[in-house]
């Protein structure tokens, strides 16, 4: 990633005012901008929380207890980033070296496009939605499975969690799907995914059928 490591917006100290924030947010429509001092990370404000603030002659020291916390390792992977995107909210990270020094931004944009061009977004394959009770869950075990039966894993995910069931996105290459799905079954795992001449739904509907023409004798 260290391909897309920015350093066009140029990070703020404690001492700017309220209005030059106000106008680096204006500028590069980012939700956060980050704060430094002698090249360390304080954190960064949100654009939300600076432009509720009417005083804008105010330095931001005033307001530091406004800062959040996050940051991204240079090294940090493509679905790490997507992390800490999400969960702070944000289109912009702020980007440490080995020795905790702001080195950069990672914007979300150019981290969606690396995403998007991975082998496991643009390879020809199956999407197969696979749920399992959340104790008996196993990856290795579905990772077993769909080897055994001749497929090839591009990548999975939890995408759903409860309590009591663990919902599994898996992306996968293999011209017997309909294999792989009824392996998963005997091992008990519910197919939730839709799929086109799936023979274990093609023969309930056979069966369904045949039972309301009986019944309609």
Do not use: C, W
Request: hydrophobic share 40%; charged share 30%; no cysteine.
């Amino acid at each position: 990633m260290n391909d897309y490591l920015l350093d066009q917006i140029k990070p703020l100290r404690l001492k700017d005012t309220i209005k030059s924030a106000q106008k680096v947010l204006r500028n590069n429509h980012i939700t956060h901008f980050p704060i430094i001092e002698n090249n360390k990370l304080l954190g960064s404000f949100a654009e939300d929380d600076i432009q509720t603030i009417e005083n804008n002659d105010e330095e931001l020291v005033e307001h530091a207890h406004l800062l959040n916390s996050f940051f991204a390792d240079e090294k940090a992977t493509v679905l790490e980033l997507l992390k800490i995107f999400a969960d702070n909210d944000t289109n912009i990270i702020p980007v440490l070296n080995e020795a905790k020094d702001y080195i950069g931004y990672f914007d979300l944009r150019d981290v969606l496009d690396v995403f998007s061009t991975s082998p496991f977004m643009v390879e020809e394959s199956e999407t197969l939605i696979i749920e399992k009770l959340r104790n008996d869950y196993s990856m290795s075990q579905v990772v077993q499975i769909i080897e055994a039966s001749g497929g090839q894993l591009l990548g999975l995910y939890i995408s759903e969690k409860n309590l009591d069931h663990v919902q599994v996105t898996i992306k996968v290459i293999s011209e017997e799907i309909n294999e792989i799905m009824q392996t998963f079954r005997r091992y008990d795992y519910k197919i939730i995914s839709m799929h086109e001449n799936d023979i274990y739904l093609e023969d309930l509907k056979s069966r369904s059928e045949y039972l309301q023409k009986y019944l309609e004798m």
